[in-house]
């Protein structure tokens, strides 16, 4: 009976509020719980990350991310990652993935990152000029094409939120 004969297996790991400094980032809070499971030659792992607040000279926080990977071990690096959630409170506002399952065997992918109720005066922190200066709230969707040797945007939109702000430089 080829059943008798299969390899199976569970295994869950678990962290709660970990603090870290790794190279210039701080991480502060992570808590995760991983489960993995394997039957044959298949393996599935869920990933259930949450950290209260990373700060790589930009200040993010919280970051909550679901996810699942599947995928045969013959083949590691080219299973199925489904992303149920990714979202993190940045900029006084909200930068969010949709939902959706990327097929790792593709050499590119499109991710279409939502960016809610973004400060315009705390995103033009970030611009090493200091003569730019702005107010109000920007909102839109930014598509990030990641490819096998490059990283783009293409074909994004920003727009005011009602009232509008102002830019001046």
Do not use: C, W
């Not at 869950?12 to 991480?27: C, K």
């Not at 808590?31 to 209260?52: N, P």
């Not at 993190?88 to 991710?111: C, F, K, N, P, R």
């Amino acid at each position: 009976d080829p059943q008798k004969n299969t390899l199976t297996s569970v295994s869950q790991i678990t962290f709660h509020d970990i603090n870290a400094i790794y190279d210039r980032s701080l991480l502060q809070g992570l808590s995760a719980q991983l489960s993995v499971q394997t039957l044959a030659s298949q393996l599935e792992a869920d990933a259930h990350l949450r950290i209260e607040q990373l700060n790589q000279g930009i200040v993010f926080g919280p970051l909550v991310s679901d996810m699942r990977y599947q995928t045969n071990f013959d083949k590691p690096f080219q299973g199925t990652l489904d992303l149920a959630q990714l979202k993190v409170a940045v900029m006084g506002g909200e930068v969010s993935l949709e939902q959706q399952s990327l097929d790792l065997t593709q050499a590119e992918h499109i991710l279409p990152f939502m960016m809610t109720d973004i400060e315009l005066a705390q995103l033009l922190k970030q611009h090493p000029s200091a003569e730019l200066s702005g107010s109000g709230r920007l909102s839109g969707r930014i598509p990030v094409r990641i490819g096998p040797r490059e990283i783009t945007i293409e074909t994004g939109t920003l727009a005011a939120i009602a009232p509008g702000g102002q830019l001046q430089y």
